[in-house]
C-alpha cells in the first residue's frame, strides 16, 4: 500500500498529471460497454429511479410537514426530525448525487432539477459541482487536492495532513463531529467558498445568472423552511433544538457514508512525484486505490445509500445511474482480476466502521503514514 510519494507542500502548486493509461481502462470499458448492448439497459435512470424519487420526496416532505405543523409534543417531534434528517440524507445519496453526475436521466433538464435538490436540503449544487465532481473525483485522496479530505483542523484523515496534540483522541470524538458537518455547510461552507473563489486548492468561478439565481433561491427557500416558517408557530428555541437534530442526524449520514469508501487503511493516499508533479498510477487505477466498497451484497444497503457503498464502480463510471453498479461490480471485479489490480472491498458496512475507526486511530499518532 502506497500512502506517500513526496510532501504535499510540493505537490500543491499546481494541478497533478496522472500517468499514460495501459490496456486496462480500455478494456474495462470495452466491457461495461459490452454489458449494457447484451441487456438493453440505460446507462442513465430508469422506471426504478423515479419511483425511489417519489418516495424518499414523499418521505421527506411528509416528515417535515408533521414535524413543523402537527407535532403534539417532544415525541412526535423527535421522530419526525429523525425521520426528516434521514430523508435529507437520502436526497443526498440518490437524487442529487445522481443529478450532479449526469447519471440521473437522458434528458439535461432532469438531471439539472434533481441536482437541486441539494439547495432543498440546504447546501449549493453549483457549489457542490466544483467540490465533489471537479475536485474530489479527479484527485480522489490526494492531499491538497481533494476538498472532500480537508475536514479541517480537529480532523487528520490522510498521513500527510498536520498533526496537532488534539488528534491523539479523535478516533473518539470525530464520530460527534460529523454531525456538525452540514449545520457548517448551512452556515459557513458555502458563503466561505463564495468569498474565497477556491475549493481544494484551486480556483473556481463564481455562479453568474442562472446559477447566482439559484444559488440564492436556494438559500432563501431552505432558511425559509428551516427557520423562518417554523418559528412563525413555535418559540426560537425548540426550532434550533429541531434543526441542530435533523442536520445531525443528516451530518452523520453523509459524512461516514464518505469516510467508509476512502478514509479507511484499505485505501491509497499518494501524492504527486516532486520533481514532475506526476502521479504514479493512470487515473483509473489510481480511483480503485484509493476507493474501497462495502456491503456490495446488501440490496438493502444499496437501496439507501444510493448505491454509494459501491464507490469504486462510481469513480471509474460516474455518468453512470447507481442502480446498474451491483452489476458492474461484478465486471469490475473480474477485470481487476485478470490485470492482477488490487480491488478494494468490506464485505460488510460493521468492517467498514472498524476499518475507518482503526485508521483515525493510527493518524492520531503524530508521523503515522
Known sequence: MSHATTSPSAASSERPRFAPADSFPAELRRRVDEF????????????????KTAVILATFFASYIVLVFFAANWWHAGIAALI?????????????????????SERPWLNKL??????LIGASSYLWHWKHVASHHIYVNITD?????????????????????????????????????????????????????????HPFPRPRGRELIIFIAGKVLFFTLAFALPMMLHSWWKVLLCYAL???????????????????????????????NRMEDQWMLHQIHTTVNFARR????????????????????PKVCHVHYPALSRIVEETCRDFGIRYNEHKTVWAGLVSHYRWLRRLSQPGAA
Not at 434533481?114 to 439547495?119: I, Y
Not at 478514509?263 to 491509497?268: I, K, R, S
Open 298 to 317: 446488501s440490496k438493502l444497503v444499496c437501496w439507501l445509500l444510493g448505491g454509494l457503498n459501491f464507490q469504486v464502480e462510481h469513480h471509474l463510471f
Open 145 to 201: 487536492h481533494d476538498a472532500d479530505v480537508d475536514l479541517g483542523a480537529f480532523a487528520r484523515v490522510t498521513p500527510h495532513q498536520p498533526h496537532y496534540f488534539f488528534h491523539r483522541a479523535q478516533h473518539f470524538y470525530l464520530w460527534a463531529l460529523y454531525g456538525f458537518m452540514t449545520i457548517r455547510w448551512h452556515l459557513y461552507g458555502d458563503f466561505r467558498d463564495l468569498v474565497m473563489r477556491e475549493i481544494g486548492g
Open 36 to 51: 449494457f448492448a447484451r441487456t438493453g439497459r440505460r446507462p442513465r435512470g430508469n422506471g426504478a429511479m423515479y419511483l
Open 84 to 104: 426528516l434528517g434521514a430523508a435529507a440524507g437520502l436526497i443526498g445519496f440518490n437524487i442529487q448525487h445522481d443529478g450532479s453526475h449526469l447519471a440521473y
Open 114 to 119: 434533481s441536482a437541486m435538490s441539494l439547495d
Open 246 to 276: 435533523v442536520a445531525g442526524v443528516t451530518g452523520v449520514a453523509l459524512s461516514i457514508v464518505f469516510q467508509l469508501a476512502h478514509c479507511v487503511e484499505e485505501a491509497d493516499f499518494p501524492l504527486p512525484d516532486e520533481a514532475t
